[in-house]
């Protein structure tokens, strides 16, 4: 079974500081992997993944996450954060079982990012 | 082009009662997903259907039921209503089956509030 763990439910930081929201996964076949964006009373929005390739994947507004297999890590980063970004922040994977027929895409249970000036 | 739609947005029901969700996906895409957003669990997946047929379900009861209509258009059913089941509701859709390709990102709709007394 697939799980995600987001080690920090909240992340407070300063306008145009950097900031890096963690999340882990386990999986024992290949994984693809996702960030999520959900502003306030709204749905979620797909800010990057990684299928395949470079472990390096740039997203929206500024974000970026680097996929690293070793250490089953899928962190999210972003060198100067606005106060825009004020989100909760969902780390998602997703794996194949046999057929196609048990897909599912896993959440972590979501990082609250508040960006204070 | 119009993102995935819900309706309505908020329900407040009775316990014991049953609510209906209404969820259309964005044009062309087959594939819909249901995931319930309660306060301090993240995002759990409930259903998937894709052409008309449930493909996969989540640890719910089977009080959690739904359906596709042939124009891909989704119903979720939460009969016998609890008041564990006050949520967010959150339907999401996709070209194919998961997000395992480039082309079959999932986009989300805003939800639809459940509130359960």
């Known amino acids: 079974a697939q799980s995600v763990t987001q080690l920090d439910s909240q992340v407070p930081v300063f306008e145009e500081a950097p900031v890096e929201l963690r999340c882990n996964y386990s999986s024992s076949v290949s994984v693809y992997l996702f960030w999520y964006v959900q502003y306030p009373n709204q749905g979620l929005q797909l800010l990057l993944k990684y299928l395949s390739g470079s472990t390096l994947v740039k997203g929206i507004n500024g974000f970026e996450a680097e996929f690293n297999k070793s250490q089953t890590s899928f962190h999210l980063r972003k060198p100067s954060v606005h106060i825009s970004d004020t989100a909760e922040y969902f780390c998602a994977v997703t794996t194949w079982g046999s057929g196609g027929s048990n897909y599912k895409l896993t959440f972590g249970k979501g990082t609250l990012l508040t960006v204070n000036p | 082009e119009a993102g995935v739609t819900q309706s309505p947005t908020h329900l407040i029901k009775t316990r014991g009662q049953q609510a209906t969700l209404r969820c259309s996906p964005i044009s062309g895409h087959t594939s819909v997903y249901w995931y319930q957003q309660a306060l301090g669990l993240g995002l759990q997946f409930l259903l998937w259907?894709?052409?008309?047929?449930?493909?996969n379900r989540g640890n719910f009861p089977p009080r959690f039921s739904g359906r596709q209509f042939p124009n891909y258009s989704s119903e979720l059913n939460v009969n016998a209503l609890e008041l564990e089941d006050s949520a967010l509701y959150l339907c999401?859709?996709?070209?194919?089956?998961?997000?395992?390709?480039?082309?079959?990102?999932?986009?989300f709709g805003e939800g639809s509030w459940l509130t359960v007394v």
């Open positions: 259907y894709d052409e008309g047929e449930e493909r």
């Open positions: 999401a859709s996709s070209i194919g089956q998961g997000p395992h390709t480039s082309g079959n990102t999932i986009y």
